[in-house]
T-cell receptor
Framework: KQEVTQIPAALSVPEGENLVLNCSFT??????LQWFRQDPGKGLTSLLL?????REQTSGRLNASLDKSSGRSTLYIAASQPGDSATYLC?????????FGAGTTVTVRA | DTGVSQNPRHKITKRGQNVTFRCDPI?????LYWYRQTLGQGPEFLTY????????KSRLLSDRFSAERPKGSFSTLEIQRTEQGDSAMYLC????????????FGDGTRLSIL
């Protein structure tokens, strides 16, 4: 059974700092890994998807890396803004189902 | 592309009542998934459909839960004889058949059991 862990559980930074969010998974036989954003009381917004054959994926200020052999992924958010405050979830795809971590709740202070 | 739509957004009911949720996926997606999320946790997989066929069910899906996807379009999730532990956010997602494509999520239905 795939187990996904996210560290830290919460993070508070001043505006402008870079954010580093970590995700680890136990079963390296994944098809891909997705990063999502969740605002309070809302559903999930897909941010980035990294295929198992890729090492990283970039979208604007977001960059995600994947080391499948060590079971790790990292999401970098450059030059954080108060609007980046949310919970960030990573999810590993095995077969057709996603296994999620519990998330990292980010607060960016103005 | 209007996104994944879920109704209702909130449902409050008394313990023992039956509830039904609806999910309308992105129109060209043939895969549909249900997940459940409790406070402070990540979503957990419940079941998924390819077209109208239900291909996998989690052991989290007790016999009080049933999901359908008639004609391979919208899906319903019914919970019979609700219990306090059923209180959660129920999330629906859809995707293309290609596993390289992301799953797109709706805003969920929040269920509260009194």
């Amino acid at each position: 059974k795939q187990e996904v862990t996210q560290i830290p559980a919460a993070l508070s930074v001043p505006e402008g700092e870079n954010l580093v969010l970590n995700c680890s998974f136990t079963d390296s036989a994944i098809y891909n890994l997705q990063w999502f954003r969740q605002d309070p009381g809302k559903g999930l917004t897909s941010l980035l998807l990294i295929q198992s054959s890729q090492r990283e994926q970039t979208s604007g200020r977001l960059n995600a890396s994947l080391d499948k052999s060590s079971g790790r992924s990292t999401l970098y958010i450059a030059a954080s803004q108060p609007g980046d405050s949310a919970t960030y979830l990573c999810a590993a795809l095995n077969d057709y189902k996603l296994s999620f971590g519990a998330g990292t709740t980010v607060t960016v202070r103005a | 592309d209007t996104g994944v739509s879920q109704n209702p957004r909130h449902k409050i009911t008394k313990r023992g009542q039956n509830v039904t949720f609806r999910c309308d996926p992105i129109s060209e997606h043939n895969r549909l998934y249900w997940y459940r999320q409790t406070l402070g946790q990540g979503p957990e997989f419940l079941t998924y459909f390819q077209n109208e066929a239900q291909l996998e069910k989690s052991r989290l899906l007790s016999d009080r839960f049933s999901a359908e996807r008639p004609k391979g379009s919208f899906s319903t999730l019914e919970i019979q004889r609700t219990e306090q532990g059923d209180s959660a956010m129920y999330l629906c997602a859809s995707s293309a058949e290609d596993r390289d494509q992301p799953q797109h999520f709706g805003d969920g239905t929040r269920l509260s059991i009194l």
